[in-house]
């Protein structure tokens, strides 16, 4: 109680000083904090638009489609087991879907790309697909010949709403067919890559084509909550004993990597961050050392142990960095909350975000562990920061303390 | 009973090149409830004497045992821990805490001990207000005098009840009438309450109040005159 007593109020006998130490990890923390948000809400961006436009949380195939890539590797045709898996606790909505690798062709362009065969309604009530259209209607009413392509590729094919395109693939029996579609509408998925490289179909009318009846060869699973997954997972698996069940990481390890990757490097920018400080901090303790010789000299003398005194030391060190981390926390958390409800519109950098699969409007996110293990990773940094001048304190001869 | 002996006492500096001689075979005793002033000339090893006396320094030959037990044998750590349970220090600059008050100040050393609060309150309370210091209990160091800072360091010496008191020119740094006050209220412990002092001092003042006068020249015992 003393020497916290004393530590104290030893902070203030230079206040200007501890005030600019203070001010710098308050600082420091609140731009750790808002870099930390930032980056976490862009990859939650991201990842809702992944998971929302593209994959759904949980996605089963016939074992061997992703990798061969057959039109006759469905799951199946029976729609009872859509009915079953929508039946699943947690399950928010789920559809069925057709896929083929299809060459796309206009009067300007040819090229590859992935034609889904889709049931409209079911596939707007997993993924919400119809937000995403910049440009005339979402697929619905009869099963025609209307299709979905997204923006990058429209440019490529030079087409607009209302063109005519050809798409072939092969069919059940590997012969080539083709077929005229009608751009019924556009979107922007937020992914330049999927854009370019996917197109949407009436999944009755595509079958018609390649001649597989009612089946299909996807099935994408919305869930309520993405805690839930494991259990959602399991009954699916009961579901489809002989299907590949797979989780959207499974799908996109690389997205899980990045998420992962990008909560690392906040705390790698905090880390950098807090090295300058403890910079300054040190610089700070050891004038603060080297003004009170004669006093630690004293304090040794009188009967001061070594322990105390270094203790003296790391507790001066530990309040002048809590005392700047506890507002810079208050600050930081304040800043992301307002950011966090409004919103930061970095609509000046559409290309860049679009590139990269994120909102232009990022809301930052705050990972409620964050703040507290920033006031440990600064608690660590004082404690780092004491050593040295602890350890010149503990080198002063009392003797010599006392003369000067 | 001596609380002090010195036995063949040296502390040689630069041994292996030019040996200067600070404590030069020095055998001694003091007694408790002494009022001795340690005297000589600049350099004639009076602080040297003190700080091997108090452990603050360690001797280069010889022994020293204070209040029992052998301390030259010591290592730093005992010594702490014994300067701080035996010894009561008193420094020429007052040497007071500028974050704690008065009373804190007085009675640091006993918190450092572990005293129990009641009895450090009941204690340092009752001694700052023997020295005049009872309506300044809660002043900084920086909002007293210089004498008013030196009876709070003798009574943060005094406080934990050492075996004795070393106090290194305390009246160096005080004018005429501070002085005098210090001084009588230090002769006035010693007389009621029979603490030891042990000073080095040039002051006149000092010597004259003092009981025992030792005196030093070039680190050797030169006179020791009980009066």
């Known amino acids: 109680m003393q020497l916290i007593k004393m530590a104290w109020r030893n902070i203030w006998r230079n206040k200007v000083r501890s005030l600019a130490v203070m001010t710098a990890v308050l600082l420091g923390l609140v731009a750790g904090m808002y870099a930390g948000a930032l980056v976490e809400g862009i990859m939650q961006s991201r990842f809702e638009n992944f998971i929302d436009n593209q994959v759904s949380h949980i996605q089963v195939h016939h074992p061997d489609f992703i990798r061969e890539n057959e039109v006759f590797q469905t799951v199946g045709s029976d729609l009872r087991t859509l009915e079953e898996v929508r039946a699943i606790s947690g399950v928010t909505s789920a559809t069925v879907r057709t896929r083929v690798q299809s060459m796309i062709a206009s009067a300007s362009y040819t090229g590859g790309v992935e034609l889904y065969g889709i049931r409209p309604k079911s596939e707007n009530q997993t993924t919400n697909f119809s937000r995403n259209l910049v440009e005339g209607d979402y697929l619905e009413g009869e099963s025609t010949n209307g299709i979905l392509i997204g923006g990058a590729l429209a440019e490529k094919l030079k087409v607009g709403v209302g063109s005519r395109i050809v798409l072939s693939y092969q069919d059940k029996d590997n012969n080539l067919v083709s077929g005229a579609f009608i751009v019924r509408g556009i979107f922007k998925s937020g992914f330049t890559r999927y854009d370019e490289m996917t197109a949407f179909v009436f999944q009755e009318y595509l079958n018609e084509y390649l001649g597989i009846g009612q089946d299909f060869h996807e099935l994408a699973v919305l869930a309520e909550d993405i805690e839930n997954l494991d259990e959602i997972y399991s009954e699916l698996q009961k579901v489809f004993p002989n299907s590949s069940v797979r989780k959207w990481n499974e799908i996109e390890p690389a997205l899980e990597i990045m998420i992962t990757s990008s909560g690392l490097f906040s705390y790698i920018f905090i880390i950098l961050i807090m090295i300058g400080l403890a910079f300054g901090l040190l610089n700070t303790m050891l004038m603060a050392v080297f003004e009170r010789t004669r006093e630690i000299g004293m304090l040794m003398a009188i009967g001061m142990n070594r322990r105390k005194v270094f203790l003296l030391i790391a507790l001066e060190t530990i309040f002048l960095s809590l005392s700047g981390a506890i507002v810079g926390l208050l600050v930081g958390y304040i800043i992301v909350a307002w950011f966090a409800k409004h919103g930061l519109d970095l609509s000046a950098f559409s290309d860049v975000m679009y590139e990269l699969g994120v909102d232009t409007v990022v809301y930052p996110a705050l990972n409620p562990s964050f703040p507290f293990v920033l006031a440990l990773i600064v608690f660590g940094t004082a404690l780092l920061s004491a050593i040295y001048p602890a350890i010149k304190a503990l080198s002063l001869s009392p003797i010599e303390a006392i003369r000067k | ?227």
């Open chain 2, 1 to 227: 009973m001596p609380v002090i002996e010195t036995q063949d006492l040296f502390k040689i500096y630069n041994e292996e090149t030019v040996p200067v001689y600070a404590v030069n075979n020095i055998s001694i005793q003091f007694d408790t409830k002494e009022f001795t002033c340690v005297i000589g000339p600049s350099g004639s090893g009076k602080t040297t004497l003190l700080n091997l006396i108090g452990g603050l320094d360690s001797p280069s030959k010889g022994t020293i045992n204070v209040a029992g037990q052998r301390i030259d044998t010591m290592s730093e750590s005992e010594r702490i821990r014994f300067r701080l349970e035996h010894i009561g220090f008193v420094f020429q600059h007052y040497n007071l805490i500028p974050v704690l008050t008065a009373y804190e100040n007085a009675a640091f050393i006993m918190q450092l001990q572990g005293r129990p609060e009641e009895e450090t309150r009941e204690r340092v309370t009752g001694l700052l207000e023997q020295v005049g210091l009872g309506n300044r209990l809660h002043a900084r160091p920086s909002e007293l005098s210089g004498g008013e800072q030196q009876r709070v360091a003798v009574v943060r010496a005094l406080a934990s009840k050492p075996d004795f008191i070393l106090a290194d020119e305390p009246t160096a740094n005080l004018d005429t009438k501070a002085a005098f006050n210090l001084l009588d209220m230090m002769k006035q412990l010693n007389e009621d309450e029979g603490i030891t002092f042990l000073f080095s001092t040039h002051d006149q003042r000092v010597i004259d109040r003092a009981s025992r006068v030792v005196t030093l020249v070039d680190g050797a015992l030169h006179s020791d005159e009980r009066r």
